[in-house]
């Protein structure tokens, strides 16, 4: 498959830290995106079941909302990845801080087991806004600050998967249209 036929995988996890090797994903958002049209082709919504949560910050759990009865019907991370890994077949990576969520679904493959069937390249949007707006006066190019430079509505709180995917949907198409 061509490179500008791949689907665009925007990806977006909720972890109980930042250390990919120490922390885990606990949610999984995902959109799938057709290159050509921009339309949304699939998407995921899951809740990871931790199974370390001694190792998780303070900070993290209240970032994400996290709280035992939410996530009483979540997915263990093999079926979660497996879902995830179905879906992303063929695709390109592509978050916001690309290093920090590839670095988390990197971990849940390999500890998983689980094959990754998408393609090598990552589409890093934080690289792209900043590539586009440097010049725009914007300081700092979190996601929050980039969606509303380009009056896209923040990613509510307390954070979830599918929300900060679906602002990084939105920043994805008009950075690149």
């Known amino acids: ?23 885990e994903i606990i949610e999984i958002g995902l959109i799938l995106v057709n290159q050509q049209t921009l339309e949304i082709m699939d998407t995921l919504d899951i809740k ?25 019907n979540a997915l263990t991370l093999q079926a979660a990845m497996q879902l995830y890994g179905e879906k ?14 590839w670095a988390f679904i990197f971990e849940a493959f390999k500890k998983t087991g689980i094959k990754n069937a998408m393609d090598y390249h990552r589409v890093d949007l934080f690289t792209i806004a900043w590539m586009q707006l440097r010049g725009s006066g914007l300081e700092k190019f979190n996601m929050n600050e980039v969606a509303k430079y380009l009056g896209i509505p923040e990613e509510p709180m307390p954070h979830r998967a599918i929300n900060g995917t679906m602002t990084a949907y939105e920043i994805y198409k008009r950075l690149i249209s």
Request: hydrophobic fraction near 40%.
């Open 1 to 23: 498959m061509k490179i500008l036929e791949r689907p665009v995988a925007i990806t977006d996890v909720e972890t109980t830290g930042l250390d990919s090797t120490i922390q």
């Open 48 to 72: 990871v079941r931790p199974e370390h949560l001694e190792t998780a910050t303070e900070f993290a759990l209240k970032l994400n909302g996290y709280n035992a009865h939410d996530w009483q």
């Open 88 to 101: 992303t077949k063929d695709a390109m990576f592509c978050a916001h801080n690309v290093t920090f969520d």
